[in-house]
């Protein structure tokens, strides 16, 4: 655990290598990589856990997740297994695993990240603090404007607190097992009765929240305690950090939002955004996004929890402050209230830098798929209950195609080196779909073909996607070259360490018989 002040309000956290984020990790093309996960997390005690792997429990074990990687299957024992009952790794306090991957020769160059993912562990531990960047380097650094220009990383975190049941000067996340925080009301339940805990679990809001880029606070959330406004938190702007620009300075700017839960359109003050990739993908040519007439609900770049995104600014040639901001949302259980995330301050002798037009092609994910390759359409729903019926103790389900998560089912088979269209949707508000989603799959990535009928540039290559409510998304995918038991999940943490999320397993073609 990480002991630390944060705006004024000591905290106790989960870091990797006692930093927030975790230390960057630099790979190139066709290296191999090895990461020791020791697991140095104090005990936890889940004697009381009725054994439902989809209650959250076990927070003292922990495992590791290389998101958007295209590398081995790793989530299962052992890594790379094809074994459909293999169950999940779960490294215990003071034990360790050694992570072994070759990073493939035609790997994407971009920006990916490494978080938990022990189920019923994950989103207490991410939003504590464990999460760090993946950056793979290639040819995409070496276009000569993108090499002239500085990289700047912007990765943000959010940060779940209760006051400590030990001390309540000590703002940590340590839920009592089976304790749920309620955010309507704001007590905490034990099997639905009342106590007089200080926090537990949540899939709503915390106590008390903080909003990090690169590990400093700019925003904070409290609880709302007035009724019928449980879900519209408390929102406080803290101070920003700034950074300098030349005017007509090229910057390059990676970045990850790696919250729990919360979906972010991004803006940038009077300029335009040069998009040259998505979740570590780059585009086959840079694409502008002007800071006029843009989307009032997506803003210039809508990033969903888990979504990367790299851009160029080249600095206005007028001298001033502007802002890197969110605009608001209420398209999830809570609203999501306006952002300061950073500034950007224009001075100094102008430059005059140029901008990248064609982009080096990202060979793994080309030719792009043609509709006529399909093989398989399938339909990936996102749904539930709330009061729950099948999770009784969270109180509420959370459900993919109408199923709660098996660690050992295996509801989706898939051939290597097969193509298949993916409909992606969330149910109506009967049935749970009272907000948002964003889909994330495991091992390859897809392409996004449309959003609400809305067909989407060619090249859209992305690993999460947000499926709105009331909208079908439509992704197109090849799995290639790993065979193995993997997942795809909502990734709202929470959403999935309660059950929504399915395993999936990619398999040698079939000979004769179809499996």
Excluded at 274 to 300: P, Y
Excluded at 335 to 354: C, L, Q
Excluded at 427 to 443: L, S
Aim: glycine letters at 8%; proline letters at 8%.
């Amino acid at each position: 655990m990480k002991e630390m002040v944060l705006d004024g309000h000591r905290v106790r956290l989960r870091a990797y290598n006692d930093q927030i984020p975790g230390p960057t990790i630099t790979v190139t093309q066709g290296q191999k990589l090895r990461i020791r996960m020791k697991n140095d997390l104090p005990p936890y005690d889940s004697s009381a856990w009725n054994g439902n792997h989809n209650v959250p429990h076990g927070l003292d074990h922990t495992a590791l997740h290389l998101h958007g990687m295209d590398v081995l299957p790793h989530l299962f024992v052992p890594l790379g297994t094809s074994d459909p009952l293999s169950p999940m790794i779960k490294i215990p306090p003071g034990e360790h695993l050694d992570y072994d991957f070759v990073i493939p020769e035609n790997h994407p160059p971009g920006l990916n990240w490494y978080h938990p993912h022990k189920h019923g562990a994950t989103a207490v531990q991410a939003v504590s603090g464990m999460a760090g960047p993946v950056i793979v380097k290639g040819s995409i650094d070496e276009v000569p404007e993108i090499k002239a220009a500085r990289s700047i990383p912007l990765v943000i975190q959010d940060i779940g607190l209760f006051q400590s049941e030990e001390d309540p000067d000590i703002w940590t996340y340590e839920p009592v097992q089976n304790a749920m925080w309620q955010t309507y009301g704001g007590f905490v339940t034990i099997n639905g009765e009342r106590t007089s805990l200080r926090g537990g679990f949540t899939a709503g809001d915390y106590k008390l929240r903080y909003y990090l880029l690169n590990g400093e606070p700019f925003f904070k959330e409290t609880h709302n305690e007035t009724p019928n406004e449980n879900t519209k938190p408390v929102s406080s702007q803290l101070s920003v950090q700034r950074f300098k620009l030349a005017p007509g300075e090229v910057v390059r700017f990676l970045v990850l939002n790696g919250c729990s839960d919360n979906l972010m359109p991004i803006v940038v003050d009077g300029h335009d955004l040069h998009l040259i990739a998505m979740d570590g993908v780059n585009f086959a040519e840079v694409r502008t996004v002007s800071s006029e007439g843009f989307s009032e609900k997506d803003g210039q770049l809508l990033l969903s929890p888990a979504n990367r995104s790299e851009f160029l600014i080249k600095a206005s040639t007028k001298p001033g402050i502007y802002q890197i901001r969110q605009l608001p949302q209420d398209r999830q259980f809570l609203d999501s209230a306006a952002k300061v995330i950073a500034e950007i301050e224009v001075a100094g002798e102008a430059r005059d830098m140029p901008l990248p037009g064609k982009l080096p092609i990202p060979e793994r994910e080309y030719p792009l798929i043609r509709p006529e390759e399909v093989q398989r359409v399938r339909q990936v729903v996102f749904g539930g209950s709330v009061p729950g019926t099948i999770n009784t103790v969270v109180g509420q389900d959370y459900l993919i195609n109408n199923a709660i998560y098996d660690e050992r089912e295996i509801p989706t088979v898939v051939e290597l080196d097969s193509v298949e269209e993916w409909h992606l949707s969330v149910t109506n508000t009967h049935h749970g779909g009272v907000e948002g989603h964003p889909f994330h799959i495991h091992v390859n990535s897809f392409e996004v073909i449309s959003v609400g009928g809305v067909e989407q540039p060619p090249g859209t290559i992305q690993d999460t996607v947000w499926v709105p409510t009331g909208q079908t998304v439509i992704v197109r995918m090849r799995f290639k070259e790993y065979v193995g038991k993997a997942v795809y999940h909502c990734h709202i943490l929470p959403h999935e360490d309660t059950g929504m999320m399915q395993n999936f397993l990619i398999v040698e073609p079939a000979k004769g018989d179809h499996h």
